[in-house]
């Protein structure tokens, strides 16, 4: 069946450093995958997306995600947090093909000190 | 991009009434949409897969006759909670396919408040 896990429940990280959020998949073929972050009370807002190509992907406010097949990760990444970041992340998977639904992680949420 | 809206974005009723939660997509048509309930400070939990035209399909332990939904066009979606009770209260979340492969579009979510 497919899963994904978010090892980190929280984390806390310092305004101005940088920031690794982990993520592992269990899916028998490369699946589609996609980072999302909420905001207290908010929808969710997609950060960025793997389907194929390059395995480092860039994506909005300066985040980026490397899918590592050989490791079933897909790790989101910023090198330098603001404060506006703090906000719950969710990673998801998605099997290739269309109208199918998102399998969410349990989510990280990330706290920002000054 | 594509926008999916809901409304209403928040709601509080009494035990015992119905309410309707709309999801609109609003400059694409989705042939699926799909209804997630999130619990505070948890993950999103598919409810069920709507697709146009067709009847909703449900994930294991939802109830169809308590969540009942309606995909009667390209746009719409409703999810029509009946005799809502207080567990019922949540975090109701939509979303649309992307019309140009995999993904979706999520709506702002509505929070369903039951006295």
């Known amino acids: 069946a497919q899963s994904v896990t978010q090892p980190d429940i929280h984390i806390t990280v310092s305004e101005g450093a940088s920031l690794e959020l982990r993520c592992n998949y269990s899916?028998?073929?490369?699946?589609?995958l996609f980072w999302y972050v909420q905001s207290p009370g908010q929808g969710l807002q997609l950060l960025l997306k793997?389907?194929?190509?390059?395995?480092l992907v860039q994506g909005i406010k300066g985040f980026e995600a490397e899918f590592k097949r050989s490791q079933s990760s897909f790790n989101l990444r910023k090198p330098s947090v603001h404060w506006s970041d703090a906000a719950e992340y969710f990673c998801a998977v998605a099997p290739n093909q269309a109208g199918t639904a998102l399998i969410f992680g349990k989510g990280t949420t990330l706290s920002v000190s000054s | 991009g594509a926008v999916v809206s809901q409304h209403p974005s928040r709601v509080i009723c009494k035990s015992g009434t119905s309410v309707k939660i709309e999801c609109r997509s609003l400059d694409f048509q989705a042939t699926t949409m799909f209804w997630y309930r999130q619990f505070p400070k948890q993950s999103l939990m598919l409810m069920a897969t709507?697709?146009?035209?067709?009847?909703?399909?449900?994930e294991q332990g939802v109830e169809k006759d308590k969540f009942l939904i309606n995909h009667a066009s390209l746009t719409l979606s409703t999810l029509t909670v009946t005799s809502a009770h207080p567990e019922d209260s949540s975090f109701y979340i939509c979303?649309?396919?992307?019309?140009?492969?995999?993904?979706?579009?999520f709506g702002p979510g509505t929070r369903l408040t039951v006295l």
């Open positions: 709507s697709n146009e035209g067709s009847k909703a399909t449900y």
């Open positions: 899916y028998g073929a490369t699946p589609y």
């Open positions: 979303s649309a396919s992307a019309p140009d492969g995999p993904g979706q579009f």
């Open positions: 793997y389907f194929s190509g390059d395995t």
